[in-house]
């Protein structure tokens, strides 16, 4: 029977900052009834996961070539790549944890059970291809079809086997998208593939995860808290800060 999720942890680093390791202790005491797996460069050494880890989680670490590591070019290039999702396919789905996250739930399985192919929070981009969506989206209407700003990847849910022959059967579109970043290639073909890779709307997906625009996001949730958030120092640090502390 194929294992219902998995959280997968990024790390490039021999030891992490005060908020990565603020970050990473909250998915581990919210997130302990799951699987985790670190996922990290042959050439890390990764004493420092396994003494901060003892005693409160079983973990795996697999390791992948140390270019994927070295900056976001090698890392959107590891992540639209269909192997990186065949280590994985014993799951159904993959929840991408990057250690500027946050969880305030565990809500994993409930948002599992919704069935949707990759889900994040709604992001806004300059990429061109964000205009051909906006002109699409006109078409789409037609069909009932509103586009997606799903979404960031940072803290994000995807659906293991679907991504993985999405990306081996768009091998080469991949080729020529790169080094561009790999959330956009998702929110971009996701919307193209409709109804044959499901994305929620916004609002749904703002329920999940917040980025950015916090303080409307938040309104829209009626004061109620997100799943997860990510980038929470980057945008409206003095909105999450108090929210967090209340969490930890």
């Known amino acids: 029977m194929k294992n219902v ?4 942890i990024p790390i490039y680093k021999a030891e992490l900052s005060e908020s990565e390791l603020m970050s990473l202790a909250q998915c581990l005491k919210i997130l ?15 004493d420092f996961y396994h003494r901060f880890c003892y005693g409160r989680i079983d973990f795996n ?6 270019f994927y590591f070295e900056d976001i070019n090698g890392y959107n290039k590891l992540m639209l790549d269909y192997s990186f999702y065949k280590r994985f396919l014993d799951y159904r789905y993959i929840l991408v944890y990057q250690l500027d996250s946050f ?10 059970e919704k069935g949707y192919d990759y889900i ?24 009932n079809h509103k586009i997606s700003n799903v979404g960031n990847g940072g803290f994000s849910l995807r659906k ?17 998208w790169l080094p ?42 009626h004061n109620k808290l ?23």
């Open 61 to 66: 670490i697999f390791r992948f070539e140390n």
């Open 180 to 221: 561009n970043n790999e959330d956009v290639f998702f929110k971009y073909w996701g919307n193209i593939l409709y109804p044959i890779f499901k994305l929620p709307e916004d609002d749904i997906a703002c329920e999940f995860s917040i980025e950015t625009n916090v303080e409307k996001s938040l309104a829209g949730l």
């Open 226 to 248: 997100p799943f997860g958030c990510h980038a929470f120092e980057k945008y409206a640090w003095n909105i999450w800060k108090p929210i967090i502390k209340d969490s930890i």
């Open 103 to 112: 969880v305030f739930k565990d809500e994993l399985l409930m948002w599992c």
């Open 5 to 8: 999720v998995a959280i997968i």
């Open 160 to 176: 293991v086997k679907k991504i993985y022959w999405i990306l081996r059967i768009l091998k080469l579109k991949v080729h020529k």
């Open 120 to 143: 994040g929070a709604p992001q806004i981009s300059n990429h061109p291809s964000v205009q051909f969506l906006k002109n699409y989206g006109v078409l789409s209407s037609i069909f």
């Open 32 to 46: 302990s009834s799951h699987p985790i797996i670190f996922i990290a460069p042959w050439k890390l050494n990764t």
